[in-house]
């Protein structure tokens, strides 16, 4: 039992029960620090009746029914202590997880799930019925849903590897079945960079890495231009989804994001870690994390004296890797999240980098990559019809390779104008060069790249730490550029709520630097970055001397080309 003056931290936050059940849903909470007795429950800012929640030593399981509530935050409170808040959501998407006795190695040596697979259902037929048919024939039990991509997942009388390909070659034959969807490996380790402490009598490697990007620039500018006396800016509350695992509230980078919380801040709702340099808590920090307390500073959090507040939500839904992401994505997405930040992506088996060699880290199998690329097709076409606001940031990866080849990469290789690419860059060794140079910034040797990366960000970024005032270790990474450009977009949107996927990724290329040198549209051993800079996107001037080059974010300009959008998009 804990003491009174323990932490409250909620955990994990899942469903439970019947996975399939719209109508009144069962939700189970791990929560560390309770002591006796049955502790309040918040959900959207309201007590839960008593009768709804149930308690199971450190576990709460909450009824709550979809007639009665939305999705929204929950926190729990326990005499004069609040927990971190998580984000509840009404959204039925919901797949199962293996546990550690239900996955093998596979031929290639990687983690594959034995019996849970997902089924990607013809469009023409009613997923549920069809689903439900199949798991009779072929005596399985549909556990799982991502109804709005007609996905159900089933766990098949499966002992091993042999059996389950046996029962997938049968499934993906019949007429009904789109895709079979098999499930290797976690992605938790994503594309974490790894942890470089700073050198002895060498400055921190990335004490000035955002300058590459005007970081401190864009914030000075929002700051001054929405409160303006002339030409007011009325700035929209946006919400944003990371699909992460955790965040640790435990550091002073997020401590004052416990209890309730609501815009016209800014605010995070997570499940809470004890990794202050979890992946996670580094990539939220990079939007939300407090300033000059410690590690980490956030670009979102820097702006909420004149913002209308940013939700960042971070939702993993559960630990059934790339197609958990996807079921929480479309949970977020209909929960009115307007920009995704995908912080995470695969390689197939066999992709080369652009030196000729094998990629060796975060590989999945052929038939894998088969299923996971028609989920993310089923994903996509669904977004652009239902949601064709809702624009996704993905990170380019660090395999030194090719991020737009569809046979090596997912989902970055993906051509739709809702997902954005980003790639990481790294200040020059060099001093003395101005901002707005192509050689102040420069490629980092293990980001992908070529004509599918729409812009490069800076990669570096100081974890938060456990004490105030403390240097955090530094992560760099693709990860860790891609929420640099989720959170100016969600700037730019509470600027101009109007604009589209595609209007944001115009005025990201218009304002962008330029790095690298000029090939003239021609990959040059490798060395393209981004897709060239052209001259439609410099005012159509041919000789201008970003012609050609790569495209290196501008966080201020962008911003400005948002405030200057407004009355003009249609």
């Known amino acids: 039992m804990a003491n009174a003056e323990d932490p409250l931290r909620v955990e994990s936050l899942n469903r439970c029960g019947d996975l399939l059940e719209s109508q009144r849903q069962e939700w189970c909470l791990k929560v560390r620090g309770l002591t006796a007795g049955v502790p309040a429950v918040y959900l959207n800012g309201e007590s839960l009746s008593e ?17 009665e509530h939305k999705s929204g935050p929950l926190y729990v409170r326990d005499d004069q202590r609040q927990s971190n808040a ?4 009404m959204g039925n998407s919901h797949v199962v997880a293996a546990g550690p006795n239900e996955v093998a190695k596979n031929m290639d040596g990687l983690t594959s799930y034995v019996d849970l697979i997902s089924l990607v259902i013809e469009e023409d037929h009613d997923g549920r019925k069809e689903a439900e048919r199949l798991a009779a024939k072929y005596g399985a039990k549909v556990v799982g849903s991502i109804a709005p991509l007609n996905l159900y997942q089933l766990r098949l009388p499966a002992r091993d590897l042999v059996q389950r390909d046996a029962l997938v070659l049968r499934l993906g034959s019949e007429i ?16 974490e960079g790894a942890s470089r402490p700073a050198e002895p009598g060498k400055p ?40 992460e695992r955790d965040v640790d509230f435990d550091t002073p980078d997020f401590a004052d994001y416990l209890g309730p919380c609501s815009v016209p801040r800014t605010c995070v709702y997570a499940r809470d870690s004890e990794k202050p340099q979890g992946h996670g808590t580094t990539v939220a920090g990079i939007l ?45 997405v209909e929960d009115g999240v307007r920009v995704l930040n995908w912080s995470w992506g695969i390689h197939r088996v066999g992709a080369r980098n652009v030196e000729g060699d094998e990629v060796d880290s975060l590989l999945r199998s052929g038939i894998a990559m088969g299923g996971y690329e028609e989920l993310l097709e089923e994903f996509f076409l669904w977004l652009r019809k239902e949601h064709p606001d809702v624009v996704v940031v993905n990170s380019a990866g660090n395999g030194s390779s090719f991020s737009g080849t569809d046979e090596y990469r997912l989902p970055s290789s993906f051509i739709t104008e809702q997902l954005l690419v980003v790639g990481g860059h790294q200040r020059n060794e060099r001093t003395g060069i101005a901002v707005d140079n192509p050689a102040y910034a420069v490629k980092r040797n293990s980001s992908n790249i070529d004509m599918r990366v729409d812009i490069t960000a800076s990669a570096c970024v100081h974890a938060s730490t456990t004490k105030a005032d403390q240097t955090g270790a530094v992560h760099c990474g693709t990860s860790y550029a891609t929420p640099m450009v989720t959170g100016l977009l969600a700037a730019m949107l509470s600027i ?15 304002s962008a630097m330029a790095i690298g040198d000029n090939y003239d549209f021609e990959p040059m051993d490798a060395e393209d970055l981004t897709a060239p800079i052209l001259p439609s996107e410099r ?18 300009r962008a911003l400005d080309l948002a405030v200057k959008s407004r009355g003009r998009v249609r």
Do not use: C, H
Not at 540 to 546: C, E, H, M, P, S
């Open 288 to 332: 939300a994390a407090s300033w000059d307390q410690g590690g980490n500073t956030g670009f979102l959090r820097g702006l909420d004296k004149t913002s209308g507040g940013f939700e960042v939500i971070v939702e993993r839904n559960s630990d059934a890797g790339i197609t958990a992401n996807i079921a929480a994505s479309v949970n977020l």
């Open 496 to 510: 101009n709520p109007e604009l589209k996927p595609e209007q944001l990724r115009m005025l990201l290329r218009r």
């Open 86 to 89: 998580v984000w509840l959501t």
């Open 51 to 67: 009768r709804v929640v149930r308690r199971d030593g450190d576990q709460l399981r909450v009824q709550v029914k979809s007639t």
């Open 539 to 556: 005012n159509y001037q041919l000789n201008d001397k970003d012609v050609g080059r790569s495209a290196r974010l501008d966080m201020q």
């Open 176 to 191: 009904s079945v789109d895709a079979v969807v098999i499930e290797e490996s976690a992605p938790e380790r994503a594309e």
């Open 204 to 243: 921190e490697p990335d004490s000035d890495e955002w300058a590459a990007n005007r970081f401190l620039d864009a914030v000075n500018y929002y700051q001054r231009r929405i409160p303006a006396k002339q030409a007011a800016i009325d700035p929209q509350p946006i919400r944003v989804g990371l699909i």
